[in-house]
């Protein structure tokens, strides 16, 4: 069984910064393209940023260009999201994503492109 488990939110002020990580078990990371999605009260879940198997490729929500980072660490079966400049409409329970990919550039973005899902981690930034 793919497991899929965040970790690093929190509570930040504005304009600092936070860095998630999405540990997979089960399967080794590097045969999954991964993504970071996040949903805010009331809200529906959003992309936030991807990255193909390699690392080669990434892709962001416009909202988050320049402020975030998204990497991966196949040895550790890691991916992180390295978030900088955090403003309070980042605040959001942030989920990661996993779906499986051997070969080829493409980044998934859309939710339903994924299947494993992890159980989320509030991010909290306060103005």
């Known amino acids: 069984q793919v497991q899929v488990v965040e970790s690093g939110g929190g509570l930040v002020q504005a304009g600092g910064s936070l860095r998630l990580s999405c540990a997979v078990s089960?399967?080794?990371?590097?045969?999954?393209?991964m993504g970071w999605f996040r949903q805010a009260p009331g809200k529906e879940r959003e992309f936030v940023s991807a990255?193909?198997?390699?690392?080669?490729?990434?892709y962001y929500t416009d909202s988050v260009k320049g402020r975030f980072t998204i990497s991966r660490d196949n040895a550790k079966n890691t991916v992180y999201l390295q978030m900088n400049s955090l403003k309070p409409e980042d605040t959001a329970v942030y989920y990661c994503?996993?779906?499986?990919?051997?070969?080829?550039?493409?980044?998934?973005?859309?939710?339903?492109?994924?299947?494993?899902w992890g159980q989320g981690t509030q991010v909290t930034v306060s103005s």
């Open positions: 994503a996993a779906q499986r990919q051997y070969s080829g550039s493409y980044v998934y973005t859309r939710r339903d492109d994924y299947y494993y």
């Open positions: 089960g399967r080794t990371v590097s045969s999954y393209a």
């Open positions: 990255i193909n198997w390699s690392g080669g490729n990434t």
